[in-house]
């Protein structure tokens, strides 16, 4: 009987596997034709400084509408154009397409300071750089405009290709923030050493900033160590008034999430915080 229940165990295991393959490769066939098609958009999520209304800062989030599957999160499909190739490709169009955004906003009179864009490690080859530079040149974009979003990971990884990169954009004007940051292992010693401006707080230490007194503190470090080394802090998945108090409190200055805004698309942002300024104008 347990014999038998083994077998029945490892059959089942077996079809699931090749269930979960098939799904990964039509998935990746889908992703492809996505890309070719350009079936993916942009959403945006503003960012704020304490006590201002209007946005001066906003991230760019990656959207793949699904034309059976829905709206796909980017946390089931980055992965998946990491591994097969597709990353590179898609980022560039992330970043093609948010610097547009960004400038139209601004020439309809938003005064946003910053985008950022997120970027996984794969991305970062040796001609990361330059297509970034030539998307900007051609856009007539200003470099100091954007930010790039990149891990703890990355940062510490310290390969000298993705040195070089950083190094020639920073050259430029570009800025790079460290996403989700206390996740990693970063020692805080060698923030320092990193060419960022901006640390983003993980979403977890935010969440129970209130009800956990290890995220309290990690988080009150965090500000600390970051106005020690002029660095600028952003608080992500603000959900709460009470976060948000705490979060002030400490001295962190920069907020993003639900409580403010749920990502939205280009024209939700537009009537939003766009067209009321052109209404002031007037
Ligand atoms: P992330 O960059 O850390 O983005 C924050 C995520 O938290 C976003 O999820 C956002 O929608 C969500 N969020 C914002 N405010 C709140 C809040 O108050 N509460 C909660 N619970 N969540 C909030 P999203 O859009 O699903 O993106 C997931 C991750 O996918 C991103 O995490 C980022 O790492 C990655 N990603 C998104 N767009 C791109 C892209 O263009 N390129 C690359 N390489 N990665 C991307
Ligand atoms: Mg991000
Ligand atoms: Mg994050
Ligand atoms: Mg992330």
């Not at 009470?242 to 939700?268: F, H, N, S, V």
Request: glycine share 6%; aromatic share 10%.
């Amino acid at each position: 009987k347990a014999k038998e229940l083994g077998r029945n165990r490892s059959y089942d295991y077996h079809r699931e596997l090749t269930d979960t393959m098939h799904s990964r490769m039509s998935l990746e066939q889908d992703l492809r034709s996505a890309i070719e098609g350009h079936h993916f958009e942009l959403h945006f999520q503003p960012q704020f400084h304490i006590g201002e209304e209007r946005p001066r800062r906003v991230e760019a989030l990656l959207r793949w509408s699904h034309p059976l599957r829905g709206m796909i999160s980017p946390h089931e499909f980055i992965p998946l154009a990491e591994t097969s190739g597709m990353i590179s490709e898609l980022g560039f169009w992330v970043v093609r397409s948010a610097c547009q955004q960004f400038m139209f906003w601004r020439q309809q009179g938003l005064q946003l300071d910053k985008i950022a864009v997120n970027v996984s490690a794969v991305q970062i080859n040796a001609s990361f750089a330059n297509t970034i530079a030539r998307i900007m040149e051609h856009l007539d974009f200003n470099p100091a405009w954007l930010e790039l979003e990149v891990t703890e990971s990355l940062m510490m990884s310290g390969t000298t290709e993705v040195n070089q990169q950083i190094h020639q954009l920073r050259t430029l004007g570009v800025e790079f923030a460290i996403d989700d940051f206390g996740t990693g292992y970063s020692s805080l010693s060698k923030i320092k050493s990193m060419p960022v401006t901006v640390l983003k707080v993980d979403q977890s230490f935010v969440r129970d900033i209130n009800d956990d007194v290890n995220d309290y503190e990690i988080i009150r470090a965090i500000v600390l160590m970051a106005r020690s080394l002029g660095l600028t802090v952003i608080a992500e998945g603000v959900e709460t008034e009470a976060q948000q108090q705490t979060l002030k409190r400490i001295g962190c200055e920069w907020m993003q999430g639900y409580l403010y805004a749920r990502p939205m698309d280009g024209g939700a942002f537009y009537e939003r915080y766009v067209k009321d300024e052109n209404r002031q104008d007037d």
